[in-house]
């Protein structure tokens, strides 16, 4: 299974991007997916999940700014982050875990920069 992250970029305070996740080897729509991050000196953490029953979750600061959506078709996954701010800086990973296999498999990070 292989996970292509891009999308990443630099944007001003209360800009948005658009990041994309594709899979290959797996079809997603019988996985969980997630995006995770990691900001500069700091652990990776949890940002969003979409289930396989298409249910959403999110981290509480990016609650109501982020969405995380699925395409089935394309076997992608994307990140909508709107509102961005300067905390939201870091590498964002997408994830997958194969509900069928019980493993996990990571992408290669993409670089989000929100500064002025």
């Known amino acids: 299974v292989q996970l292509q992250a891009s999308g990443g970029g630099s944007v001003q305070p209360g800009g948005s991007l658009r990041l994309s996740c594709a899979a290959s080897?797996?079809?997603?729509?019988?996985?969980?997916m997630a995006w995770y991050r990691q900001a500069p000196g700091k652990q990776r953490e949890w940002v969003a999940t979409i289930t396989s029953g298409c249910s959403t979750s999110y981290e509480d600061s990016v609650k109501g700014r982020f969405t995380i959506s699925t395409d089935n078709a394309k076997n992608t996954v994307y990140l909508q982050m709107d509102s961005l701010k300067p905390e939201d800086t870091a590498v964002y990973f997408c994830?997958?875990?194969?509900?069928?296999?019980?493993?996990?498999?990571w992408g290669q990070g993409t670089q989000v920069t929100v500064s002025s």
């Open positions: 080897g797996s079809t997603i729509r019988f996985n969980s």
């Open positions: 994830r997958t875990y194969e509900i069928s296999t019980s493993l996990v498999f």
